[in-house]
């Protein structure tokens, strides 16, 4: 079942301006995880934040974790036309043994 | 890391027949995930495959419709039988350890007509 949900559903930004989604979860997690989607295709990791952390950096990338209020963020920086994608949250929850549970997706869109 | 391949990478198919994707790992896993997407929404799990047991399926998913086998640490198939247009979708597989990220294949696009 899904715990995530991510707004916006949809997000389209010029590109070099900075884009923003947020994940919601409902239960305990061990961690969370960002993937990116290319058109239809395998999903490519893109960060893990432990529940014990707090904020966590890669490249252009910023995650966000807030567990008191169970909820995640991700900032890519300097957007640019190949970040087009579908990003996806997943968590491992305490009980959900090793599996991940997803969000509903945000599809960024970055007008050149 | 872990390096997935998937095939076919698409297929369109009639309806009443079956469908067998393969999924091969470049690296001996545990555990491996298959993975229902349609078209515009999240990924839903279908099952989990660990070696030397039988898969573990989630609510909604049966044995029968989707039969999966896992012969050795490095490969995995998963049958959909009997389809129907509801079973258009991308079927993904993965490995990943427990509380670690997960590696995922291509995807096979599925079309039932």
């Known amino acids: 079942s899904q715990q995530g949900e991510e707004d916006p559903q949809a997000l389209s930004i010029q590109e070099g301006e900075n884009a923003t989604m947020n994940c919601s979860y409902k239960?305990?997690?061990?961690?969370l995880q960002w993937y990116r989607q290319n058109s239809g295709r395998g999903l490519v990791h893109l960060i893990l934040?432990?529940?014990n952390e707090r904020e966590k950096h890669s490249g252009r990338l910023r995650v966000t974790l807030d567990t008191s209020k169970k909820s995640s963020s991700l900032l890519i920086t300097a957007s640019r036309a190949a970040d087009t994608a579908s990003y996806f949250c997943?968590?491992?929850?305490?009980?959900?043994?090793?599996?991940?549970?997803w969000g509903a997706g945000t599809k960024l869109i970055i007008k050149p | 890391s872990a390096v997935i391949s998937q095939k076919p990478s698409r297929d369109i198919c009639q309806r009443g027949t079956s469908l067998t994707i393969q999924c091969q790992v470049d690296?001996?896993?545990?555990?491996m995930f298959w993975y229902r997407q349609q078209p515009g929404q999240s990924l839903t799990l279908i099952a989990t495959?660990?070696?030397?047991?039988?898969?573990?399926?989630e609510s909604g998913f049966v044995i029968d419709k989707f039969p999966i086998s896992r012969p050795n640490l490095t490969f995995s198939t998963l049958t959909v039988s009997n389809m129907s247009p509801e079973d258009s979708s991308i079927y993904l597989c993965?490995?990943?350890?427990?509380?670690?990220?997960?590696?995922f294949g291509p995807g096979t696009r599925l079309t039932v007509t």
């Open positions: 993965s490995v990943g350890g427990a509380g670690y990220e997960q590696y």
């Open positions: 934040i432990r529940s």
């Open positions: 239960t305990s997690i061990n961690n």
């Open positions: 495959a660990n070696q030397g047991s039988e898969a573990t399926y």
């Open positions: 997943a968590t491992d929850a305490m009980d959900s043994n090793y599996q991940l549970i």
């Open positions: 690296s001996q896993v545990t555990m």
